[in-house]
């Protein structure tokens, strides 16, 4: 079964730091590009940042450019992100999601979700 | 950056009802467009790729279509199963999600 199983998120003081995981399995993770997408409490969805399915190229939304760093194991099927200088419009739900390529490419679409991580930025 | 708007931002439809969303993106994005549904507390789930392409395993009542700035996702028959709220999101040009559609039951 394909599955995406995010952890790492929590209560954090704004200017703090948070890693973000997401875990794969089900499917050969270094084949598929990935992505970030973020929720914060009530709103809609917010993509984040992409990462190419070797690790090479990586794309950012403005919102979180210089602050945030997307990146990837491909040999322990984990994604990542470090979340730095992090600010109180960054608390969110943060999902992980998989796109059907190996980069990201204008016909695709996130077709695997995991079930997504809290991240609350607070004093 | 591309802006996706989403209109109407709520719609209330009974069981049986034919709805129809609509999407619009601040300039063209050929069918570079996709469509999804989020449940309460839920990751969202992809219906509709490239405009008018079914998601396997999706139900065919689902369908989608539009080119260029205007979109459209449409249920032919509205099942209990189906009051989520909507979201279309481009893949033109990074990425960007319309503010959603909420679906209620009247």
């Known amino acids: 079964e394909v599955q995406l199983l995010e952890s790492g998120g929590g209560l954090v003081q704004p200017g703090g730091s948070l890693r973000l995981s997401c875990a794969a399995s089900?499917?050969?993770?270094?084949?598929?590009?990935m992505n970030w997408v973020r929720q914060a409490p009530g709103k809609g969805l917010d993509w984040v940042s992409a990462?190419?399915?070797?690790?090479?190229?990586?794309y950012y939304a403005d919102s979180v450019k210089g602050r945030f760093t997307i990146s990837r194991d491909n040999s322990k099927n984990t994604l990542y992100l470090q979340m730095n200088s992090l600010r109180a419009e960054d608390t969110a739900v943060y999902y992980c999601?998989?796109?059907?390529?190996?980069?990201?490419?204008?016909?695709?679409?996130?077709?695997?979700w995991g079930q997504g991580t809290m991240v609350t930025v607070s004093s | 950056d591309i802006q996706m708007t989403q209109s109407p931002s709520s719609l209330s439809a009974s069981v049986g009802d034919r709805v129809t969303f609509t999407c619009r993106a601040s300039?063209?994005?050929?069918?570079?467009l996709n469509w999804y549904q989020q449940k309460p507390g839920k990751a969202p789930k992809l219906l509709i790729y490239s405009a008018s392409s079914l998601q396997s395993g999706v139900p065919s009542r689902f369908s989608g279509s539009g080119s260029g700035t205007d979109f459209t996702l449409t249920i032919s028959s509205l099942q209990p199963e189906d009051f989520a709220t909507y979201y279309c999101?481009?893949?033109?040009?990074?990425?960007?999600f319309g503010q959603g559609t909420k679906l209620e039951i009247k």
């Open positions: 990462i190419s399915g070797s690790g090479s190229t990586t």
């Open positions: 999101q481009q893949s033109y040009n990074t990425r960007t």
């Open positions: 300039q063209s994005i050929s069918r570079y």
């Open positions: 999601a998989k796109v059907p390529f190996e980069w990201l490419l204008p016909d695709d679409a996130f077709d695997i």
């Open positions: 089900g499917f050969t993770f270094s084949s598929y590009a």
